[in-house]
């Protein structure tokens, strides 16, 4: 028998389940969806065709800078680096 481990992360994807759309968190035995609208929740399995899974859902702060904006700063680097060297010059 396999042993089924959760993960630390729940996945979630945006979805439709019918006409229906919400939020579907991966679990043990398929996705439990939470319908928008209403806040019902229910078990639904893989091979269901009616769920529809969009996009991941992702548990990031929307203040949060992303990484890309944080290295373009000259401030993320606070005077470690001289300069040119991470062009190669001395």
Do not use: C, Q
């Not at 209403?38 to 969009?54: C, I, K, Q």
């Amino acid at each position: 028998m396999a042993t089924v481990h959760t993960l630390r992360t729940p996945v979630k994807h945006y979805a439709h389940y019918g006409d229906v759309e919400g939020i579907a968190t991966l679990v043990a035995g398929g996705y439990s969806f939470r319908a928008d609208a209403t806040g019902e929740r229910r078990l639904v399995a893989y091979n269901d065709v009616d769920l529809v899974l969009h996009g991941r859902v992702e548990e990031t702060p929307v203040d949060a800078m992303p990484l890309w904006k944080k290295l373009a700063s000259p401030d993320y680097y606070n005077g470690t680096t001289r300069r040119g060297t991470l062009a190669g010059g001395r």
